[in-house]
């Protein structure tokens, strides 16, 4: 099996490649759009981070000593 990703900045262009694909379905092809952006999961990853930053400083979650992620790495 090979995956590919395609990355269309046209959408004109993206509904006709789309349209084409949709042909190959019956021979096992399955289509999988995502539409989150690279900075949109940048963006969910800081508010997790700062969310988590509070929740440690409420004392509502516990944090681990920066030695245990050294030592990981």
Excluded: C, R, Y
């Amino acid at each position: 099996m090979n995956t590919l990703t395609l990355e269309i900045e046209d959408k004109k262009i993206a509904d006709k490649i789309i349209w084409m694909l949709q042909h190959f379905k019956g021979d096992g092809l399955v289509i999988k759009e995502q539409t989150d952006s690279p900075q949109s999961d940048i963006k969910k990853s800081i508010k997790q981070s700062v969310n988590e930053i509070n929740m440690v400083k409420n004392g509502k979650l516990q944090a681990k000593p920066v030695e245990d992620l050294l030592n990981v790495l």
